[in-house]
């Protein structure tokens, strides 16, 4: 069953269509995204809860949590990245995408790029 959805998240990621899985939505990078740059969990997590950290409880790119002494808590990357590349900063839409969904180190921080004249 695993291996049904990795291949349909992989097939959605080569013809540009959005992925939800675990509430986090994960677009397929495209000619008309740049990648601004990686995203910071642990910054996250300790924005949220004081002496919490970023770990993993499983090896995909949703398997991050923020832990809190035996506590556990979900991460929005979608945020992570919204609150690291602010729009008072100049960046406009931010979203995270995994670029790989069984590889948990594969997130990065993008935003869209103007479509070229034609």
Same mark, same amino acid.
């Given at each position: 069953m695993n291996k049904f959805f990795i291949s349909l998240g992989l097939a959605c990621m080569l013809v540009g269509?959005?992925? !939800?899985?675990?509430? *986090?939505?994960? !677009?397929? *990078?495209?000619?008309?995204? =740049?990648?601004?740059?990686?995203?910071?969990?642990?910054?996250?997590? *300790? =924005?949220?809860w004081r002496?919490?950290?970023a770990d993993l409880i499983e090896r995909t790119a949703w398997g991050w949590?923020?832990?809190?002494?035996?506590? !556990?808590?979900?991460?929005?990357?979608?945020?992570?990245?919204?609150? *690291?590349?602010?729009?008072?900063?100049g960046y406009t839409v931010v979203f995270a995408n995994a670029v790989n969904p069984s590889d948990p180190y594969s997130w990065g921080c993008f935003r869209p790029t103007p479509p070229l004249p034609r």
């Amino acid at each position: 069953m695993n291996k049904f959805f990795i291949s349909l998240g992989l097939a959605c990621m080569l013809v540009g269509l959005p992925i !939800r899985s675990n509430r *986090q939505e994960v !677009r397929a *990078q495209s000619s008309n995204s =740049q990648r601004i740059g990686g995203v910071d969990l642990n910054r996250y997590c *300790q =924005q949220r809860w004081r002496g919490s950290y970023a770990d993993l409880i499983e090896r995909t790119a949703w398997g991050w949590r923020c832990f809190v002494g035996s506590n !556990r808590y979900e991460i929005s990357v979608e945020n992570a990245c919204k609150e *690291q590349y602010p729009s008072s900063k100049g960046y406009t839409v931010v979203f995270a995408n995994a670029v790989n969904p069984s590889d948990p180190y594969s997130w990065g921080c993008f935003r869209p790029t103007p479509p070229l004249p034609r």
